[in-house]
Every structure is written in structure tokens, then in C-alpha cells.
């Protein structure tokens, strides 16, 4: 450490050093990071650190959970965890801050509702709504719920737009699952289509009828800044009063002008 020279009566202030493989650590996590899936050669081309270094720092975040190996012995792919590293400011600030406003003006323009949801292991949870001033809302108590990604516009949407090591990653849990919920995961020509579909029209669809609730329908769009998706936001309406044409006629135009709107402020850095 670094002692400090003080006035005769003041006291010394020591200067720690700084943990040089702690900023190693955080540059090569930081690098996998802007690619999804990277090798140790692309690793340590990019931050300049030897691959005798690079390789010891992804064995560390192996094993703490960071990452997982990729198809070949020297490719990485970042895990779900490392999002714990910015929930803070991913589930707190910038919905406050940028993406509420949004939501609330997105209502008072159609009247339906709207949810935004960001990911939490493998389950999207339910950050804000306007539900409870939606003027045609039948539900309360959203916020906080658990949605399982397969059975919502919201996941849907997550997962279609999503980084493919993330997304490959997701699926890969939900597969696992003994959650019943998530036994679509195991079908995975059936859920290739559905993504696929998705990316193609640009949104998530839920027709009525289907769980885990059959007297709406909705559709969803990501939210994504720098190649990642932040979360998703949907627009939800009564299955019997608007059919799916015209419910995707009046709220899907509204709710992705509101998704560029959030993305932009969150370029700006309003968040």
C-alpha cells in the first residue's frame, strides 16, 4: 500500500494498491461480453493480456459460474450470472428513470395495458406495469409475478432477440427443468420455430384462449441497447373484445415506437 505524507498533527492516509488481476478479471469478462462467445485467442487479442493469463482468468470464472465452455475446448460463452453484476442499475434505474414514462404515455394513447419484465434466472419477472391505470385493465398485482419465458410474449420476445450464447444458454436450463411449464424446452424443432417466427414479424404473439391467461391476448417486443436485450415490454387486451388482427392494427405500431423511445433514452444516457 501506499502511504501518504501527512502534516505534522494530521493523520496518515494509506492509499490501498489496486488488485491489478481483479481489473484483468473484469477487462476479459468485459470483452466476452461485447461478443456473447469468444475463444482465448479473440479474448486476448482484445485486452492485450497473454493467453497464459486469459486462460487462468476463464478457469476462475468457470468455476465461480461466469461462464461455460463453448462447442470447442477454447470458446467460452458467458452464463446467466453474470447479470447479477448489473441488476441494480438494469432493474431499478433505468426503469424508473426512462422506461416508466414511456409506459404510462403508451396507455394513456391506446388505453390497453402494458408490462415490462427483465430476466431473473429463468424465470421474467414483472418490473412495472400500468395496469392499475389502464382504463381497460382486468388484472392487478402484476408486478413482482414470475412468468416462465415460454408461455408469455415477454420471454418470447427475450428469447428470440437475445445474444444465441444467451439464448442457447436459457434454453438449455429450461430443458432441464422439472417445472411443467418449461417442458416446451424440450422441444427444440418446435421452439426453433416459434423463435424463428417471432424474429421474423419483429414481435411475440399470445392469441386467447392460451394459459396462463386464456381471457387475453398480448404481444411483446425487446428492449435493447448495444446488442443486448435489457428486457421486454408488452401490451396486453381482452381476447373478446379485439381479435388478434386488430389488436396487433392498434397497439403494435404504439408499442414499438415506445421500445425505440426507451432504447434511445437509454443511448443518451438518461438512464
Known amino acids: 500500500m501506499r502511504a501518504a505524507v501527512a502534516a505534522p498533527g494530521e493523520a496518515i492516509v494509506v492509499q ?78 433505468w426503469i424508473s428513470a426512462v422506461a416508466k414514462p414511456a409506459l404510462v404515455a403508451l396507455t394513456a394513447r391506446i388505453l ?25 385493465s382486468i388484472d392487478r398485482g402484476m408486478v413482482g409475478r414470475r412468468i416462465p419465458p415460454l408461455t408469455s410474449t415477454l420471454g418470447i420476445a427475450y428469447l428470440a432477440f437475445a445474444p444465441e450464447a444467451e439464448r442457447t444458454a436459457l434454453l438449455r436450463l429450461l430443458a432441464a427443468s422439472d417445472d411443467p411449464l418449461d417442458a416446451m424446452a424440450r422441444n427444440a424443432a418446435g421452439v ?25 391476448a398480448s404481444i411483446g417486443v425487446p428492449i435493447r441497447v448495444g446488442g443486448r436485450v435489457l428486457g421486454t415490454i408488452n401490451v396486453v387486451w381482452m381476447a373478446r373484445v379485439l381479435g388478434r388482427d ?12 415506445t421500445a425505440r423511445e426507451i432504447e434511445a433514452g437509454l443511448a443518451a444516457g438518461a438512464g
Open 112 to 136: 390497453w395495458p402494458s408490462d415490462l419484465a427483465t430476466l431473473e434466472g429463468t424465470r421474467m419477472i414483472i418490473r412495472d406495469t400500468t395496469h392499475r391505470i389502464a382504463p381497460f
Open 246 to 257: 386488430e389488436g396487433v392494427r392498434q397497439c403494435l405500431g404504439p408499442l414499438q415506437e
Open 192 to 216: 426453433a420455430r416459434l423463435l424463428s417466427a417471432t424474429r421474423r414479424r419483429g414481435y411475440g404473439i399470445r392469441l386467447g384462449g392460451q394459459p396462463p391467461w386464456p381471457h387475453t
Open 16 to 93: 490501498p494498491k489496486p488488485i491489478r488481476a481483479l481489473s484483468r478479471g473484469l477487462a476479459v469478462l468485459a470483452a466476452l461480453n461485447r461478443h456473447g462467445a469468444a475463444s482465448v485467442v479473440t479474448l486476448s487479442r482484445e485486452t492485450g493480456l497473454s493467453r497464459a493469463t486469459v486462460y487462468r482468468i476463464m478457469q476462475t470464472l468457470l468455476e465461480d459460474g461466469y461462464v461455460a465452455r463453448g462447442t470447442s475446448e477454447d470458446r467460452f460463452l458467458l452464463r446467466l450470472r453474470v447479470r447479477e453484476l448489473s441488476e441494480g442499475f438494469e432493474d431499478e434505474h
